[in-house]
């Protein structure tokens, strides 16, 4: 075999090994909420002063994009997975997340 081929496959596999664990987080657990850890007081603050003011906007931008996105969406099909993917996954985790669980 090729010095080059053997290069380019030997590529491949690495490739194909550091991206094997990004299949487990395609894992749809939007529902289920499970502390790994006890949140501490400091992860609550960040999340009360930080993180939930910066997803609130993150709602109202991604809410404006799908009063846009969405007439195309449904007519091509999924306007269920648009709506899914751009107002109700952002308000569950903006407002039905736990605190200081990110």
């Known amino acids: 075999m090729p ?14 090994l550091c991206l094997s664990p990004v299949s487990a987080l395609a894992v749809d657990d939007t529902e289920i909420y499970v502390f790994k850890r006890e ?6 603050a960040g999340d009360i002063a930080i993180i939930r003011p910066i997803s609130i906007g993150c709602l109202i931008v991604s809410t ?27 308000f569950n985790y903006t407002f039905r997340r736990p605190l200081g669980d990110f």
């Open 39 to 44: 949140p501490k007081g400091d992860a609550m």
């Open 64 to 90: 404006g994009a799908w009063l846009v996105a969405y007439p195309f969406a449904a007519l091509g099909g999924n306007g269920e997975a648009a709506t899914q993917k751009m107002v109700k996954d952002p």
């Open 3 to 16: 010095k080059r081929m053997c290069k380019f496959i030997v590529g491949l596999l690495v490739a194909a």
